[in-house]
């Protein structure tokens, strides 16, 4: 498997523009998640999938962020507008299994930079 | 909600020395504790976990401790490498799957 596959990996956009951030968990995981991590406030969670219905969603920040999983194989991050303070790494991970298995893994992040 | 603590922030130690790191958790309800390594550019990566049955547990040079009634748990690596070099973070989880992690540990192995 080629693990969890994230797109697009670098993304620099002008505020106010709209971002979409792409993820493909590994096939036959139940979970999925949504991090941001950046100095200030670390690793962050937004929002979480299980069996692609969102059971938490309170981490994300405020409207201008959405989260969607229209089926297992494939979710996206939406950002709209965005906000230099939106600047920052998200990852995507995702974790086998039914609720409380364990282990996250992660993608290889989205490095978003918002001028 | 979870909260967790992760102390130092940051790490300096010689190479061949030990390197230990300590996080503490707010819900006695947590059962299980990773830990992952993010080297610089990367993806976090588990590196070794703990469930709340368990007290102790090691895989070579690295070692985690769990205390329950302190609510607290340490990641342990002895015989430090250059290669060691990365950001730790501790994590808790409640009865769901989801995560809390804690800050971070920038760990520097000096050769």
């Known amino acids: 498997d080629a693990g969890v596959i994230q797109s697009p990996r670098h993304e620099v956009t002008e505020m106010g523009q709209e971002v979409t951030l792409r993820c493909k968990p590994i096939?036959?995981?139940?979970?999925l998640f949504w991090y941001r991590q950046t100095m200030m406030r670390g690793l962050e969670l937004l929002i979480y999938?299980?069996?692609?219905?969102?059971?938490?969603d309170s981490g994300m920040p405020e409207d201008r962020f959405s989260a969607k999983m229209p089926n297992a194989s494939f979710s996206t991050l939406k950002i709209q507008p965005s906000e230099p303070r939106d600047s920052a790494v998200y990852f995507c991970?995702?974790?086998?299994?039914?609720?409380?298995?364990?282990?996250?893994?992660f993608g290889e992040g989205s490095r978003l930079t918002v001028l | 909600g979870e909260n967790v603590e992760q102390h130092p922030s940051t790490l300096s130690v010689q190479e061949g020395d030990s390197a230990v790191i300590k996080c503490t958790y707010s819900d006695s309800a947590s059962n299980y504790f990773p830990w992952y390594k993010q080297e610089l550019g990367k993806r976090p990566q588990l590196i070794i976990d703990i469930r709340s049955n368990v007290g102790e547990k090691k895989d070579q040079r690295i070692a985690v401790t769990l205390n329950k009634t302190a609510k607290h748990f340490s990641l342990h690596i002895t015989e430090t490498q250059p290669e060691d070099s990365a950001v730790y973070f501790c994590?808790?989880?409640?009865?769901?799957?989801?995560?809390?992690f804690g800050g971070g540990t920038r760990l520097m192995v000096k050769p």
């Open positions: 999938f299980n069996n692609n219905v969102p059971i938490d």
């Open positions: 096939s036959g995981h139940n979970s």
């Open positions: 991970a995702s974790s086998p299994g039914p609720l409380g298995s364990g282990e996250l893994f």
């Open positions: 994590a808790a989880k409640l009865g769901g799957n989801m995560l809390t």
